[in-house]
């Protein structure tokens, strides 16, 4: 067990966090522009298997001009507790620049949580090769691009290790004969670039062992209207976002489903949500705890309860609510409720297979949420678009209001570690 589960506890948003933990890993992180940020890997019943681990620092267009230090202070994250914050128990992905490799900075890296990944071009003779054995032969699973020639890649063989096939660079008959070809290293192979459902129904076809890509936050199919099993969710989302709705109204519509009554009640009594006395009802819940909390944690469990979407497109939601609802905390004048409320529907449209105006056209929301979902335009659509660019490891496009890059990644990683707890003690 890492220190981190026996840290001493804060309670955020009616959420408790584990603040001590957050800021000795954090501290590891300079005041500097270094970031970090996760990417989903699926398996083919589209459940997360494994998370790759991407930073600023990391990449092809930047990597060649770090100093040690630089390039250091990022893997000093791949800790067990950094990797408690990150990824909670799920495994990761770390793929290595040709200069951590020559460090030696995966030697670090507890090799039971991480694959060490090389997409590079390298040659047999090449000491990369070399370096690349010495990772395998210490314990550590290897994935290595698609696009090597086969005396590389017969270093994968006998082992649990990965292909990883940009699909875009191939055309679908090209891609067929890649795959088929790489069979013969009794790797598992990982699709990625994957960003449209076509191009996953086909990759599936293909019977790829892995998955990644953007595909999940669109549409899959556009509908003429919504179902009216979703509808129903629709309906009870409008009354939650209703700026005018009294109290009242709100311990009335809790109290009335069943199942959201019984689930805000059990984590209203849960340790995960701090409280300091039991809650005996819906109404003492809304009571207790605030309008604002239970309209969130009812929203999270109205759009959970779409169940033929995989259960990422919902933590996604929440980091980026609760990632938004911090980056409006540092505006004078913002509303952080609005915030919160257009990072959990941003992924409406996703979750209901239409576009976002037909998604939002019946929630009675302000029209600077509306404007935000739909154009990004606004305080609040730059904050969801601060919270998404993070999200997909776009750092250009990582800014807000001009605050520094360290305060942006602490909102991200205090986001993931809220999204965690609601998940496990909510949700489930």
């Keep these: 067990m890492s220190p981190c589960h026996n840290a001493p506890e804060g309670k955020v948003s009616g959420v408790t966090l584990r603040t001590p933990c957050l800021k000795r890993t954090l501290i590891f992180m300079t005041e500097s522009n270094c970031l970090l940020s996760r990417q989903p890997i699926y398996g083919p019943e589209m459940n997360v298997t494994s998370y790759e681990l991407r930073s600023n620092y990391v990449n092809d267009e930047t990597s060649a001009n770090l100093d040690h230090d630089q390039l250091r202070t990022v893997f000093k994250m791949f800790t067990d507790a950094g990797l408690d914050l990150v990824v909670g128990e799920s495994q990761s992905l770390v793929t290595l620049t040709p200069e951590a490799l020559s460090e030696g900075l995966w030697k670090t890296i507890p090799k039971s949580r991480v694959t060490i990944g090389y997409l590079q071009p390298f040659e047999p003779q090449d000491e990369t090769a070399r370096l690349l054995t010495e990772v395998a032969g210490a314990g550590y699973r290897l994935a290595l691009s698609g696009k090597l020639p086969g005396e590389c890649m017969s270093m994968l063989s006998g082992g649990d290790h990965t292909v990883i096939l940009d699909v875009t660079d191939f055309t679908p008959d090209g891609l067929q004969e890649r795959v088929d070809s790489l069979r013969a290293y009794k790797s598992k192979i990982t699709a990625t670039r994957v960003d449209t459902h076509d191009d996953l129904e086909y990759c599936k076809s293909l019977e790829f062992d892995f998955y990644q890509g953007q595909f999940l936050f669109k549409p899959a199919a556009k509908r003429k209207s919504i179902p009216v099993n979703r509808m129903n969710m629709i309906r009870l989302l409008s009354k939650l976002h209703d700026p005018k709705i009294p109290m009242p109204e709100i311990e009335k519509l809790v109290s009335q489903d069943v199942a959201l009554s019984f689930k805000i009640l059990r984590y209203a009594n849960s340790a995960g949500a701090g409280l300091q006395r039991e809650v005996n009802s819906a109404g003492h819940a809304v009571r207790l705890i605030g309008m604002k909390t239970v309209k969130a944690w009812s929203s999270a469990l109205l759009l959970s309860s779409v169940d033929d979407k995989p259960r990422e497109l919902m933590t996604s939601g929440l980091v980026r609510a609760r990632m938004c609802e911090l980056l409006g905390g540092s505006l004078e004048t913002a509303k952080e409720e609005s915030f919160l409320s257009a990072g959990l529907l941003s992924v409406l449209d996703a979750l209901l297979d239409c576009p976002m105006e037909q998604a939002i056209a019946e929630l009675p929301l302000s029209e600077e949420i509306k404007i935000a979902l739909i154009k990004g335009d606004g305080p609040i659509g730059q904050a969801l678009h601060c919270a998404i660019?993070?999200?997909?490891?776009?750092?250009?496009?990582?800014?807000?209001?001009?605050?520094?890059?360290?305060?942006?990644?602490?909102?991200?990683?205090?986001?993931i570690e809220w999204a965690r707890k609601l998940n496990s003690e909510l949700l489930n």
């Design 389 to 415: 660019a993070y999200e997909r490891a776009d750092w250009d496009g990582v800014r807000f209001y001009g605050q520094h890059s360290s305060s942006i990644r602490a909102k991200y990683m205090s986001a």
